[in-house]
């Protein structure tokens, strides 16, 4: 991190971006990037879900992972950016299997680059 850029105003500045540009950020940030100690891994964003128990508070069972796709490029042009809508799509990559959240219908799968179509 260059010595100009405090990390602080950094994190500020992220936080409180809307959904749709924080997404696209950090989408080119892992698309550019591999885990050094895992060669052929990637970075992907997800979200996680987890049922919690009413009566106790505590979380219960093993917690889900949806991967957030993006929009494909070839179906909306070169603006990569989502719109700011909520995941309010969700489907599977037919490829890798993962499943997939979205903002739109046609998807990229983050995990493999796959097609896939959000309903």
Do not use: N
Not at 46 to 74: L, M
């Amino acid at each position: 991190m260059s010595e100009s850029l405090d990390p602080y105003t950094l994190v500020t500045h992220l936080r409180s971006l809307p959904d749709e540009w924080l997404t696209h950020l950090l989408r080119q940030v892992f698309e550019a990037r591999t885990p050094e100690d895992a060669p052929g891994s990637r970075y992907f964003l997800a979200v996680a879900t987890r049922e919690r128990d009413p009566r106790t508070g505590r979380w219960a069972g093993p917690p889900g992972y949806t991967a957030v796709a993006y929009p494909d490029a070839a179906h909306y042009g070169g603006d990569r950016r989502d719109v700011d809508w909520g995941l309010v799509q969700s489907g599977g990559c037919a490829r890798c299997r993962v499943s997939l959240a979205g903002s739109r219908k046609h998807v990229r799968c983050p995990i493999c680059d796959e097609p896939a179509y959000l309903t």
